[in-house]
């Protein structure tokens, strides 16, 4: 049987089983995980600075066919004043 000794030791044993555990996980979390996530964090900035811009150019597209059309119309009503004269 197990006297009180040895439940200390084993006590002991388990707390520096856990605590080793947890040093080496961070030790992981640290030197290869943590430089991945940053990664994968750029990577998305970078997707977002061009979303950004492709939605600028989609406006800019849009604000430009207003403006074709009325160019378009202006040129129309100019050609019939020309020709009313």
């Given at each position: 049987?197990?006297?009180?000794?040895?439940i200390q030791?084993i006590?002991e044993l388990l707390r520096?089983?856990?605590?080793d555990?947890r040093?080496?996980m961070r030790?992981?979390?640290e030197?290869?995980?943590n430089?991945?996530?940053?990664?994968?964090?750029e990577g998305?900035e970078?997707?977002?600075e061009?979303l950004n811009?492709?939605?600028?150019q989609?406006d800019l597209?849009?604000?430009?066919?207003?403006?074709?059309?009325?160019?378009?119309?202006?040129?129309?009503?100019l050609n019939a004043?020309?020709?009313?004269?």
């Open positions: 049987m197990l006297d009180a000794n040895d030791i006590t520096k089983n856990r605590d555990t040093n080496d030790a992981i979390i030197s290869e995980i430089p991945k996530l940053q990664l994968l964090a998305h970078a997707l977002l061009k811009r492709m939605e600028k989609d597209m849009g604000r430009i066919v207003i403006l074709e059309e009325a160019v378009k119309k202006l040129n129309k009503e004043i020309k020709k009313a004269q």
